[in-house]
């Protein structure tokens, strides 16, 4: 066995195989994952745990939202039918394996010290962490409105990428299983800014793991149509509006930059026009 934990990057390492060992470990007889190489560990990973964050976020709300608290956030009539949510899930499986690819490329590169990324905050110090997380954060939502709003004013990109996440373009079709029902490039094109920013800004490295989970969940959140007013966070309210309108609300966390950009449309205004 190398020995990694003598050098800095070997701090890498040793937590990859950590979250490697958790993972595989407890779903995975060991001699199916053991032999294979570091690489594919984590690729197998970040697939399953990918796979398994899907299905729990996405049965979980759904339970909640439609089942247990019926006719409480969604009317009735307005819940996807069945048919619907297993396209999305299969939509979904078919780019799982896909997507998890880009992690897996972004730890191999972290391990590699081809990134900015440092291992334990206390390298850094707390202020410096946050200041860095912030401009993160920052990077990640003007990444992904501009990869977003690319992807519907490329038209190519947006007849053979995008279109697939837009077949969902009704209240009632959308759900929490299609936040990942996405053509795999597209899906990838999307997280790539996370990627990005690990070039661009020095970041921890169990954060950027975190963020990325925190994605997968974030996303079947804002699919279930239901209006959360809680600035300037863009909720489902926000992203159904560009699931019928194609053209606002492009952004991903919060409003913000589809409040600079010009093309926020919120909720509220749509809700009041109806009344009137
Ligand atoms: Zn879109
Ligand atoms: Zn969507």
Redesign the pocket.
């Known amino acids: 066995m190398e020995d990694h934990g003598s050098t800095y990057l070997g701090l890498f390492v040793d937590e990859t195989t950590f979250y490697n060992r958790i993972v595989l470990g407890s779903l995975l007889p060991s001699r199916v994952w053991e032999p294979l190489p570091h690489f594919l560990q984590t690729w197998l990973r970040n697939y399953l745990g990918g796979t398994l964050i899907y299905f729990l976020s996405g049965f979980l709300w759904c339970f909640y939202i439609y089942y247990w608290k019926r006719n409480v956030y969604v009317p009735e009539d307005a819940i996807p039918s069945k048919k619907a949510m297993l396209l999305q899930i299969f939509v979904t499986m078919k780019a799982m394996p896909w997507y998890t690819a880009l992690p897996s490329l972004s730890e191999y590169m972290v391990e590699n010290g081809w990134t900015k990324c440092f291992s334990r905050i206390s390298d850094i110090g707390m202020l410096a962490y946050l200041v860095y997380l912030a401009t993160y954060l920052v990077i990640v939502e003007f990444g992904i409105y501009w990869m977003?709003r690319e992807?519907?004013d490329i038209k190519p990109l947006y007849k053979y990428l995008?279109a697939t996440?837009?077949v969902y373009n009704k209240q009632n079709t959308l759900s929490p299983f299609a936040g990942l029902a996405f053509h795999p490039l597209d899906g990838i094109l999307q997280a790539v800014p996370h990627v990005a920013a690990l070039f661009l800004v020095p970041t921890h490295f169990t954060t950027h793991i975190v963020l990325l989970f925190l994605e997968a969940i974030w996303t079947a959140n804002i699919h279930d149509c239901i209006h959360s007013n809680l600035w300037p966070v863009m909720g489902a309210g926000y992203h159904t509006i560009?699931?019928t309108t194609?053209r606002h609300n492009?952004g991903h966390y919060t409003i913000c930059m589809d409040w600079i950009f010009g093309t926020l449309r919120d909720p509220l205004d749509d809700g009041s026009k109806k009344v009137m």
């Open positions: 977003h992807l519907h995008h996440h837009h560009h699931h194609y492009y």
